[in-house]
């Protein structure tokens, strides 16, 4: 057995040797949040004040993901990667300090859910009591009821930040995915308990830079709410998407960013299908990065700031294209999905 301290609960846990550290987490009530559980979102990141050595070694992964959240990697580690092979104890969480400032632990009923393709849906969710403030580009923690434990998975937020009494939600049903066809079935009047917001994903704060936004899939939902929010400001700035999906049935959102085109002609908005069927698709075939080969010229790359949300490998390799073009790192921000 070995002694895990949590400084920031004033408790203590004995530990299995190997036991997985999210485990150990739950098993001692810990106050420390979890939401992907695979490394990619940096929710659980904790400080470690003494047995760092006992985690073994950080991954690459990990590194990237801490780096990306504005941690230090050498006092932070990923409670989600890390199994206990020594005494350990932890300090303050990055994200439960947060937590304490924003709307918390709490119900909120489901308003309206639309079905937008046979697996992407929107629910619209309103607070019961409070308020939520947030940045776009965040994202609400789901505390989804499974069959012995609350099962936690984080969404981002879709709407428009002016709301604070309402959030959306966009939400692909993964196969064989609890928690994504859980939030599927819900309807008007069902409640749910959710925290956040969560992340830093977010828009760079007085910007003059022109804005290149890249999303495959349900990536678009913090990039949407990143566009409602910049179109309302008065600038001129130029706001390209790249937006990627597989097949005709999976097209979503085209009406509205079609709409948003026509209101703000600032607003450049491109669809592409990867792998759409030999006929019924007039648009462009390809992958996002295949756009940012052919429509990213390096002059544009050395004024734009990009936003990407969707996959680890579509992000890595757009990230690559984009610093190729002459972009540089500190101007490309990204959220992992899984
Ligand atoms: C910060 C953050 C924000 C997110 N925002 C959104 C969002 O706005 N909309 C959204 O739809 N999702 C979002 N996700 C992903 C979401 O949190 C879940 O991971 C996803 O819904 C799957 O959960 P599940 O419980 O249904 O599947 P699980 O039960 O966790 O997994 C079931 C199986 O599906 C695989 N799998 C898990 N996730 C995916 C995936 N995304 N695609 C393909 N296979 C997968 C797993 O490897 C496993 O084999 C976000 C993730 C993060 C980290």
Known sequence: ??????????????????????????????????????????????????????????????????????????????????DVHGPLTLGASAHTQKAKASLGLCQVRIEEYRPLTLTVCEQRFAIKSGEIKFTPGQYMIFHVPGIDKIIRRSYSISSHPSDSKHFEICVRAVSGGFCSNFIHRLRPGDCIQVEGPYGHFRLAETSQRDVLMIATG?????????????LDQPDTRRIRLFFGLRNVSDLFYTNLLSEMRDT????????????????????????????????????????????LCGGRAMIEDA????????????????ENFF
């Open 264 to 307: 703000h002609p600032r607003f450049e908005p491109t669809i592409i299908l990867s792998q759409p069927d030999p006929v019924g698709w007039p648009g462009l075939r390809g992958r996002v990065t295949d756009l940012i080969r052919e429509q990213v010229t390096p002059e544009e790359a050395s004024r734009t700031e990009a936003y």
């Open 1 to 82: 057995m070995h002694r895990i301290t949590f400084q920031q609960d004033e408790m203590t846990y004995d530990a299995e040797e190997g036991q997985w550290l999210y485990d150990v987490c739950e098993a001692a009530g810990a106050s420390v949040p979890f939401a992907c559980k695979a490394g990619a979102c940096g929710t659980c990141a904790t400080k470690v004040v003494h047995g760092e050595k006992s985690l073994g070694a950080q991954k690459d992964r990990e590194i990237r993901t801490l780096e990306s959240n504005g941690l230090d990697p050498t006092q932070y580690r990923l409670l989600c990667m890390a």
């Open 218 to 230: 349900t990536g678009i939902s913090p990039i949407k709410s990143m566009i409602l929010s910049l």
């Open 319 to 334: 990230k690559k294209l984009l610093q190729q073009k002459g972009m540089s790192p500190e101007h490309i921000r990204h």
